[in-house]
Structure formats: C-alpha cells, structure tokens
C-alpha cells in the first residue's frame, strides 16, 4: 500500500474530506448555539384567521414556552405541536420557525356543539375533548349527547338527520342519546321524549320519525292543553304515549260496582171516556 500513489493519495484526500466535513460540523454547531438563535417568542395565531374564542394567546403560549427545548435549529417542531395540541380548546396546531429566533404556531379551536355525557364536550366535526364547560355554554344552552365509545360521529350524523325530520313540526332535538344496545332515544325542546329503538335497517329511524310527525299535530289536538311526556315508537304499526292529561284517577284501583236493576214495572193502561 505505502508504494501504491493512488491509494495513499485517495487516502490522503478522504482524510482531508473527513477534516473538513468535521471543522464545517463544528463551526455550524457553534454558530446555531449562538444567543441570538435562543428561541425570544413564540407567536400564536388562528389558522383560519377567524378570532379565537377559547384560546387565550397570552395564556397559551406562556403555559408552553416552558416545555419547549432547543433554540431556532435544535426545537423539534413535531414536539412543539403535540405539546400545543394537549392546550383545552385545540383541536390541532401547526408550527414553523420563523428566521432567526422565534416559532408561528396556528390553531384551529374546536366548536362545540353540546356536552357528551357528564363532563365532555362533543364539537361540529364530531370530536370528543375535554375544557371546561361553563365555558362551552356562554351564549346558549348546548344540547346533550351520549352514546358507545367511537360513536360520536354517528350521534352527530343522527342529530343532523332528526333536526331536518322534526322541523316540519317545530320541533327540535334538545338531546340525543345512543344505548349500549345502540338503541335511540331523543328529547326535543318542548320536553317530549321519544324512544326510536335500534336501526335494523338503514330507513328505519328516518321511517318512525316520519309516523310520528305524520300523527303529531292530531296527538297535541287530542290533548289539547296536556303536555306529551314520552312516546314509544318502537311499535310496528302504531305507538305509546304518556301525558299528565291522561293520569288515570287516584280511585281507578277501586273495584267497579255493578249497576243495580230497576224491577219491572206494571204496564200502564190508558183509561177510556
């Protein structure tokens, strides 16, 4: 090897290659740790530019600067963004750098739509998330929903549907519930409550809906000033209905007499003159 030229030569410059890559390394790492490159703000913005309701700039990105390590080279964005992402009322963060010191973050908010189960939210786009739910409710009272685990964006996709079905009668969905035996059953705004029962079929909610918006206006007619409290639906061919206009009266479970008879009287003859 000593005596081949080539070889000591290609050696040599590899050696010389390998120098030089590292004293590049070196000076690059040595100005990326200059102060100037330490991280000096973090800006957080809407992603859509439309004014964030829930997420308090100010309070965002003071509760998560201080996660954040590295300066403008070394942060790992997609650390960043998982860490923005865990904040109340973010549905999902992108985040850029921003020559020479500091990090964009956009967010877009979730829009809530009304409350899955006890203590969460359910947004317009079906995603289930946790924030505090005085703050949800500011400007009306959120229908309620709840349903299976992964079900959320089927409740959501009923909701849509019985909103359009009940609205040739005024109604509204108030509150929609899914059973463990995926059965349905909805509360409307004017407190009634309707058990729909399970979907065996794809029509077979939209069809019972439809039967009991059909009969509605001549049930409230019947009651007149009584309110309907439940009606079952879950009937082939007709339904089941409770309302305080018809509590069967407290002496109900007394046994009924018999009608006594009048004995048989004498026939009458008219006199003649």
């Known amino acids: 090897m ?5 070889a000591l030569n290609a050696t040599a410059s590899s050696l010389v290659a390998v120098t030089v890559l590292a004293v590049l390394a070196s000076i690059v790492w040595w100005l990326s740790q200059l ?7 973090v800006t957080v913005e809407s992603m859509y530019e439309i004014p964030l309701r829930h997420v308090n700039e100010l309070t965002v990105r ?3 600067i201080g996660k954040i390590r ?40 979730h829009e809530a739509l009304g409350t899955w189960g006890d203590d ?20 009306h ?12 964006k089927q409740v959501l996709a009923r909701f849509t549907e019985l909103r359009t079905l009940f609205a ?18 909805v509360k409307l ?9 399970r979907e065996q079929d794809s029509d077979m909610l939209k069809k019972r809906v439809q039967r009991l918006v059909g009969v509605y206006p001549q049930l409230v007619a019947r009651l007149q000033e009584g309110r309907i409290d439940t009606i079952d639906m879950r009937y082939p061919n007709g339904l089941a209905l409770s309302s305080a206009a018809l509590a069967v009266p407290e002496d109900a479970s007394k046994p009924v007499k018999p009608a006594r008879k009048k004995p048989n009287q004498p026939n009458k003859t008219s006199k003649q003159t």
Do not use: C
């Not at 102060?35 to 703000?41: K, T, Y």
């Open 189 to 197: 705004d004017n407190g009634m409550s309707v058990a729909l029962g």
């Open 35 to 41: 102060p100037m490159f330490s991280l000096r703000a």
């Open 141 to 152: 009272e959120l229908p309620a929903f709840e349903g299976p685990k992964g079900s959320e």
């Open 2 to 6: 000593w005596h081949d030229v080539r």
């Open 62 to 64: 003071n509760g998560v």
């Open 70 to 109: 590295g300066n403008f080279f070394t942060t790992d964005l997609e650390q960043v963004r998982s860490t923005f992402e865990t904040v109340p009322w973010v549905r999902r963060a992108t985040v850029r750098r921003e020559w020479p010191n500091q990090l964009i973050v956009e967010v877009e908010e």
């Open 168 to 185: 040739p009668v005024q109604l509204a969905p108030q509150a929609l519930s899914l059973s463990e035996r995926y059965a349905w059953t």
């Open 120 to 139: 969460r939210l359910l947004s317009v786009k079906g995603d289930v998330f946790t924030a505090n739910l005085a703050e949800a409710d500011d400007d």
